[in-house]
């Protein structure tokens, strides 16, 4: 074990940080803000009903407001569930869509580099047959590829 074993995994999180599109990096820090608000409202609820339940019970020691307090604590976690579970519901279909989006920018310059190459081997002389066959193009497309290629020569 090296002396600096310890910042491997720091240093891989900050390089896969510098990787994300500043959309994605975003809609982490809008998912963490949001879990972190999450949080927060159900620590503050539990607060609320402990509080709630150790009045009742210095009150009245009644154990029927007991029930009532347990019961509206166990309200209080399943809609802060199911706000949650909506709020990650979100989050999933925004980041569908930004895979999406990244796919769809990928594929527009691999197309443009694609292009550019058959455009080059127009320029060099190679002719629309020739062409349509090694890059697996249609021949009108290969046809209007050499005639754009010289005309611009």
Known sequence: MTKYDYLEFPMKFIEWCQRLSE???LGLVLSLVGIGLLMFMVKARRSDTVKEISQT???DADADAVVVALERKIEY???AMTMLGERISALEEYL???GERQQRN???K????FYQQVSVMAGQGVGAP???QRCGISAS???LITALSKKSH
């Open 23 to 25: 959309a994605s990096l």
């Open 130 to 132: 020739e062409l349509a």
């Open 77 to 79: 976690q399943n809609s």
């Open 106 to 108: 990928d594929a527009d």
């Open 110 to 113: 691999k197309d443009m580099r």
């Open 96 to 98: 569908e869509m930004l």
């Open 57 to 59: 019970q210095n009150a």
């Open 141 to 143: 497309e290969a046809d």
